[in-house]
């Protein structure tokens, strides 16, 4: 169950919901008594449908302190706040940690206004598919790999053989497709042009006074700044402020 922490008390029927993705964006599943979750996908979910829900909720202020993730999580995060700012019409401000990276980015776009720290590593802007090949190295021990296959690129990617140059076409063309609607969603979300997105687009990491030049954040400020930013600009100034919590403690 999601609980709510009072932050900064004031007017309850006008509420400042502040909401924080740390930790890579992946959806690892719950904690348990063995291990925890830095990030936990389905829990912010939550928090993201109560936001919806709630009318008493005039402004969101979503912190983001993550190095990326998938890309999945990352447009459902994504496609989430999206739906807060149609059906809503409420501000959302990003206040960026020491990293909004990658997918850290992705999911701050939308925002009607981004801050950044000085110190902010953000950025990083594209996709990625990395693997291993150790068919050599397995070679120089003596290891032979017996495959059985029902088509010619079951194996492909494996780690066991290199890529064909039809099989690195393959996966180039999804990772392209991917990067096309990671810079349109920058394109929409900061009223650039894609020459513009794209001149920074390539991978690069920025700082955050780099990424104020570049037009990818609007301000430089903390995360008290940008509370108070979005207090002044849309008078919420005696609103409450509060954060979402999984226990009543």
Request: glycine share 10%.
């Amino acid at each position: 169950l999601t609980y709510e922490n009072v932050v900064e008390t004031g007017d309850l029927t006008n509420r400042i919901a502040h909401l924080t993705v740390d930790g890579v964006i992946q959806d690892v599943g719950e904690p348990s008594i063995w291990e925890t979750v830095d990030y936990n996908h389905q829990q912010f979910m939550e928090q993201l449908d109560a936001v919806l829900e709630d009318d008493t909720i005039k402004g969101v202020v979503l912190s983001v302190n993550t190095p990326g993730g998938g890309v999945i999580e990352s447009e459902e995060i994504y496609q989430k706040l999206l739906k807060i700012k149609e059906e809503k019409q409420i501000p959302i401000y990003v206040s960026m940690g020491s990293m909004a990276a990658s997918g850290g980015y992705y999911i701050s776009a939308p925002a009607d206004k981004i801050f950044a720290q000085r110190e902010t590593i953000t950025g990083s802007i594209g996709v990625i598919m990395q693997s291993i090949n150790y068919g050599k190295l397995a070679e120089n021990f003596g290891v032979e790999f017996e495959t059985i296959k029902s088509g010619e690129h079951k194996d492909m990617f494996g780690g066991v053989r290199p890529s064909t140059k039809e099989e690195l076409a393959m996966l180039q063309e999804m990772i392209d497709e991917s990067y096309e609607h990671f810079v349109d969603i920058i394109e929409a979300g900061r009223n650039m042009s894609e020459a513009q997105v794209k001149k920074v687009a390539d991978g690069r990491v920025l700082g955050g006074t780099q990424a104020l030049r570049a037009g990818l954040v609007d301000e430089i400020g903390n995360e008290e700044a940008t509370i108070n930013a979005l207090r002044k600009d849309f008078g919420l100034e005696d609103a409450a402020l509060f954060e979402y919590t999984m226990d009543t403690s």
